[in-house]
T-cell receptor, first 113, second 119 residues
């Protein structure tokens, strides 16, 4: 059974800092890994999707890396801004099912001015 | 392109009452998912449809939860009777296979969710 863990559970940083969010998963036989953002009271917004054959993906100030063999992914946020404050979730498809996602519990990020 | 639509956005009911949620996926998306997200946790899959057939409902509490996807488009999720522990956000998502560099990916797109409070 796939299990996903995110560290830290919460993070508070001053504006402008570079930061790293961590995600680990127990079953390395994954097709891809997805990072989401969730604002309070809102649904999930997909940030980055890394396929199993890729090592990293970049979108603006966000960079996500994937190391399947060690069961780890990191989300790097450069030059953080107060607007980045949200909960960040990582998720992987479970087993051989293409669709079903198993999520971590999320990292609550607060960027203060 | 319109996103995944859900209604209502908020619902407050008393325990033992019934409630229904509605989801309209992105046009053309064959796969539809219902997730339950309890406060402080990541979403957990309740049920997955492929067109109008159920692919996975292993974590759906079938004694009180039911879902259907008539005509392979819209879907409804029902709880009857509700319990206090059903208080959560219910998220609907849809996906459609898109070609990746070396594999087929199934990126999921989520709706805004329905926040249910059971008192």
């Amino acid at each position: 059974k796939q299990e996903v863990t995110q560290i830290p559970a919460a993070l508070s940083v001053p504006e402008g800092e570079n930061l790293v969010l961590n995600c680990s998963f127990t079953d390395s036989a994954i097709y891809n890994l997805q990072w989401f953002r969730q604002d309070p009271g809102k649904g999930l917004t997909s940030l980055l999707l890394i396929q199993s054959s890729q090592r990293e993906q970049t979108s603006g100030r966000l960079n996500a890396s994937l190391d399947k063999s060690s069961g780890r992914s990191t989300l790097y946020i450069a030059a953080s801004q107060p607007g980045d404050s949200a909960t960040y979730l990582c998720a992987v498809p479970g087993g051989t099912s293409y669709g079903k996602l198993t999520f971590g519990q999320g990292t609550i990020l607060t960027v203060h001015p | 392109e319109a996103g995944v639509a859900q209604s209502p956005r908020y619902k407050i009911i008393e325990k033992r009452q019934s409630v229904a949620f509605w989801c309209n996926p992105i046009s053309g998306h064959a796969t539809l998912y219902w997730y339950q997200q309890i406060l402080g946790q990541g979403p957990k899959l309740l049920i997955q449809f492929q067109n109008n057939g159920v692919v996975d409902d292993s974590q759906l509490p079938k004694d009180r939860f039911s879902a259907e996807r008539l005509k392979g488009v819209d879907s409804t999720l029902k709880i009857q009777p509700a319990k206090l522990e059903d208080s959560a956000v219910y998220l609907c998502a849809s996906s459609f296979p898109s070609p990746g560099r070396s594999s087929i990916t199934y990126e999921q797109y989520f709706g805004p969710g329905t926040r249910l409070t059971v008192t």
